[in-house]
């Protein structure tokens, strides 16, 4: 028991730090599944892309609509960042927009981890 709340004040403290240091909320569970889907696709994470990762990766189906409204919540907290495509003909000469996680993205994945690590590290296991 003193294991865990040991583990608990430290992962409370991280926590405090890095929502103090990045002025930061925690992250809801689709923030976390599509800055996880950006990494996992590198250089070729944009919109349609993004919304097939999270959708092999959830077993569901998602607008895109949500999808987009999450990016553009995740660009104004500075979670990711954006790049313009090169014109591409096969899109009528737009863009694609790419996304890319930036350090502070990258932290939050790490804090909603240890959050994560920490909660399932205590609890018993689930019998068959």
Same mark, same amino acid.
């Given at each position: 028991?003193?294991?865990f709340i040991e583990?608990? @004040?430290?992962?409370?403290?991280?926590?405090?730090t890095y929502i103090?240091?990045?002025?930061?909320?925690?992250?809801?569970?689709?923030?976390?599944?599509?800055?996880?889907?950006?990494?996992?696709?590198?250089? @070729?994470?944009?919109?349609?892309?993004?919304?097939?990762?999270?959708?092999?990766?959830?077993?569901?189906?998602?607008?895109?609509?949500?999808?987009?409204?999450?990016?553009?919540?995740?660009?104004?907290?500075?979670?990711?960042?954006?790049?313009?495509?090169? /014109?591409?003909?096969?899109?009528?000469?737009?863009?694609?927009?790419?996304?890319?996680?930036?350090?502070?993205?990258?932290?939050?994945?790490?804090?909603?981890k240890r959050l @994560?690590?920490?909660?399932?590290?205590?609890? /018993? /296991?689930?019998?068959?």
């Amino acid at each position: 028991m003193n294991f865990f709340i040991e583990k608990r @004040n430290l992962f409370v403290q991280l926590t405090y730090t890095y929502i103090k240091r990045e002025k930061m909320r925690m992250i809801s569970r689709i923030e976390e599944i599509i800055l996880l889907s950006i990494w996992r696709l590198q250089d @070729n994470a944009y919109g349609i892309t993004i919304l097939e990762e999270v959708k092999k990766a959830t077993g569901k189906s998602w607008l895109t609509g949500s999808i987009y409204a999450s990016l553009g919540r995740l660009l104004k907290r500075g979670l990711v960042e954006s790049i313009e495509g090169e /014109p591409t003909a096969e899109r009528g000469g737009r863009r694609k927009i790419y996304y890319k996680l930036t350090p502070e993205g990258q932290q939050a994945l790490l804090a909603v981890k240890r959050l @994560n690590d920490i909660i399932w590290s205590s609890i /018993p /296991p689930f019998k068959s």
